[in-house]
């Protein structure tokens, strides 16, 4: 079974070699998503210093930029939200973010319940505090 590569002229371009999802029969696989928008590095609610390290940041607007980017790749590929089964989510600190990070997860999923797995690390690649990894379906 071949794997179409799929790689979005609207979500943010991946910071390396990797595509934005890659399709196996009907299923879809998106590599990791995070909140930063494209053709630039900014990354809303991302406050840094000249070191380009994170001097605030807000969840909340990250939260709506990552699910934001996700539907887009998902459209783009033939799928929608709505086809969403399985979401692991990257959080880097779950202390402080979990409960705001949670709110808006059951906003935006409350029609769809795809299985979720959240977890906390050390940090991402770029300095952003959340990153969705999904698996959809394409009908």
């Known amino acids: 079974m071949s794997a179409e590569i799929i790689n979005s002229d609207k979500a943010p371009e991946p ?3 990797y595509p934005h999802a890659r399709r196996v029969g009907n299923l879809l696989f998106l590599s990791g998503v995070g909140p930063r928008e494209r053709g630039t590095k900014k990354i809303p609610g991302v406050e840094l210093n000249e070191a380009g390290n994170i001097v605030s940041y807000d969840i909340e607007a990250q939260c709506h ?3 934001r980017n996700v539907r887009l790749i ?3 590929a033939g799928s929608k939200w709505e086809n969403l089964v399985d979401v ?3 959080l880097t600190n779950m202390k402080d973010d979990f409960k705001t990070y949670n709110r808006l997860y059951a906003e935006y999923f409350k029609d769809n319940l795809p299985c979720r797995t959240t977890v906390e690390i ?3 690649p ?3 505090a959340i990153e969705l990894k999904c698996i959809a379906t394409i009908d």
């Open 74 to 76: 998902l459209e783009q």
């Open 126 to 128: 770029t300095p952003i």
């Open 65 to 67: 930029s990552v699910f």
């Open 15 to 17: 910071v390396g070699l």
């Open 88 to 90: 692991t989510v990257f």
């Open 122 to 124: 050390n940090c991402l």
